[in-house]
């Protein structure tokens, strides 16, 4: 099993630019999370996703940012346009069905917006 | 709205002992607690889950208690290596209608030093 798979692992880009940032879950997990993390607000989650069905995306700081989940091995966030503020950690978790089952972290995309 | 505390915030300790880390939660409608490892520029990695019916949970030198009532979880490390320096999370699954939120604690930066 190869985990939950981020791409890219570091961004860099200037603002005003659009970033795509990509997470391919575990097969078989139905359940998809984003999150960011930053020193100062820790961990949050961006938006929850339940067979390809986004669930909660309160998380979501503005219109800026989207997220898809076009199928149950693919997901993507996107960014347009980016500023400095959104560099962060940006992870991707996956889950098994149901709300009992433990979640599994990406190891993340470092996003540094200039 | 859930808020996760995580005390201390940071601890060092000599090889050999054994320590606890604390975790506190605001709404006890959990589905489950769990407990991760970061280490330096890396995702998290999946310790230990205790459900929501569960009073505690072990692996190997880890093991994790829940005191759902009391809003309570610790996570006791016996026998401290430099290998467990990580950073130490805390999360909760939220019940009701959050749909299978996980909430993050800030997390305590452990060190253990030879």
């Known amino acids: 099993d190869a985990g939950v798979i981020q791409s890219p692992r570091h961004e860099v880009t200037e603002m005003g630019q659009e970033v795509t940032l990509r997470c391919k879950p575990i097969?078989?997990?139905?359940?998809l999370f984003w999150y960011r993390q930053t020193m100062m607000r820790g961990l949050e989650l961006l938006i929850y996703?339940?067979?390809?069905?986004?669930?909660?995306d309160s998380g979501m700081p503005e219109d800026r940012f989207s997220a898809k989940m076009p199928n149950a091995s693919f997901s993507t966030l996107k960014i347009q346009p980016s500023e400095p503020r959104d560099s962060a950690v940006y992870f991707c978790?996956?889950?098994?069905?149901?709300?009992?089952?433990?979640?599994?972290f990406g190891n993340g995309t470092r996003l540094t917006v200039t | 709205k859930q808020e996760v505390t995580q005390i201390p915030a940071a601890l060092s300790v000599p090889e050999g002992e054994n320590l606890v880390l604390n975790c506190s939660f605001t709404?006890?409608?959990?589905?489950?607690l769990q407990w991760f490892r970061q280490d330096p520029g890396k995702g998290l990695t999946s310790l230990l889950l205790?459900?929501?019916?569960?009073r505690e949970q072990t692996s190997g030198r880890l093991n994790a208690s829940l005191d759902k009532s009391s809003g309570r979880s610790t996570l006791y490390i016996a026998a401290s290596q430099p290998g467990d320096s990580a950073t130490y999370l805390c999360?909760?699954?939220?019940?009701?209608?959050?749909?299978?939120?996980?909430?993050f604690g800030q997390g305590t930066i452990l060190t253990v030093h030879p």
């Open positions: 999360a909760v699954r939220a019940g009701g209608t959050s749909y299978g939120k996980l909430t």
């Open positions: 205790i459900q929501s019916s569960q």
């Open positions: 709404d006890s409608a959990i589905y489950n």
């Open positions: 978790a996956s889950s098994l069905r149901g709300y009992n089952s433990p979640l599994h």
């Open positions: 996703f339940n067979n390809n069905v986004p669930i909660d």
């Open positions: 097969s078989g997990h139905n359940s």
